[in-house]
């Protein structure tokens, strides 16, 4: 900790996957996360996910910490890493397995996607039929699900789930029509991002996640998660995506550029124009300032 006091009570994080170094898109969410936490006197908080190791490359955490202290944007407390959170994860799915509310499953991919009904919409996994939920049938466990069903009915749950963005306001989703009794420890042994995301952001206390438009339709399983274990649920605000030239989204995975950090104001500008703030001239630090201000009134 820097010693500041945070009387706002905000806590806010920026919790990218190292699995590339930060891009233009990933920046925008960056200074949002950064800019909503100062504008109400709170605190920003780094967290690496990195829970899914495969996709994780060593040493892009040390390149995402250099490119986000380029641009001044430093974590108010230690970074955290999903990685050393095993355990945490771990009691929170016993805890949902001892109330009933989650339960193996040993269907493959192909066996989920076989049983559609509806063609899948481009980028969207399958909706899980439901069939381990009533026993394996002798079959091996491969996974853990959550019994989307069995939370809701046990907190009295409405449905759809309703949520209000900061941003784009009411929204809502019906996650078992939508998208099924969702994994919670997956096949290959590693922790489903949804209950790593979750576990952590109770655990830091983050109170407002600010993070990329990208994100946005993970809300709903994250709150019905939050529910099922007794979690509070946090403000959400979700920041316009930066599209590729070809209309799709600026990522990692269709070839986005490292950000050119050798003029980071320039960087941050090109943020900032994204959020709807005018660009600035002269230092990083008062570039940033100037932003918050305006931030601040809204
Ligand atoms: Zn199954």
Redesign the pocket.
């Known amino acids: 900790m820097t010693g500041t006091s945070y009387p706002g009570k905000y806590v806010g994080r920026f919790a990218p996957s190292p699995t590339g170094p930060l891009h233009a898109g990933s920046l925008v969410a960056a200074l949002a996360s950064w800019l909503q936490a100062r504008a109400h006197g709170g605190q920003w908080l780094i967290r690496m996910e990195d829970v899914d190791t495969p996709r994780c490359i060593p040493g892009v955490d040390a390149i995402i910490l250099n490119q986000l202290a380029a641009c001044s944007l430093h974590s108010d407390g230690p970074i955290w890493r999903q990685s050393d959170r095993s355990t945490q994860y771990q009691a929170a799915l016993n805890h949902l397995v001892a109330q009933g509310l989650a339960y193996?499953?040993?269907?493959t991919r192909k066996?989920?996607e076989t049983a559609q009904t509806l063609p899948l919409a481009r980028h969207s996994a399958a909706v899980?039929?439901?069939?381990?939920?009533q026993g394996?049938c002798g079959?091996t466990a491969?996974?853990w699900?959550l019994n989307v069903g069995a939370v809701i009915d046990t907190f009295k749950l409405p449905v759809p789930t309703p949520w209000s963005d900061a941003l784009s306001g009411q929204q809502t989703q019906n996650v078992a029509a939508e998208v099924g009794d969702f994994v919670l420890l997956r096949a290959d042994g590693l922790w489903a991002y949804q209950l790593a995301v979750v576990v952590d952001d109770a655990a830091q206390g983050i109170t407002h996640v600010v993070r990329g438009a990208d994100l946005s339709d993970n809300t709903a399983r994250q709150i019905v998660l939050q529910k099922a274990l007794g979690l509070a649920t946090p403000v959400y605000r979700h920041t316009p995506l930066v599209m590729a030239a070809d209309g799709e989204k600026l990522s990692k995975q269709n070839g986005a550029q490292a950000l050119d950090l050798s003029n980071p104001l320039a960087a941050l500008n090109a943020a900032a124009l994204v959020l709807g703030l005018p660009a600035q001239s002269g230092s990083v630090a008062s570039a940033l300032a100037h932003w918050v201000q305006l931030t601040r009134q809204g």
């Open positions: 193996p499953c040993a269907c066996e989920i899980y039929p439901g069939t381990c939920r394996l079959k491969r996974a699900r």
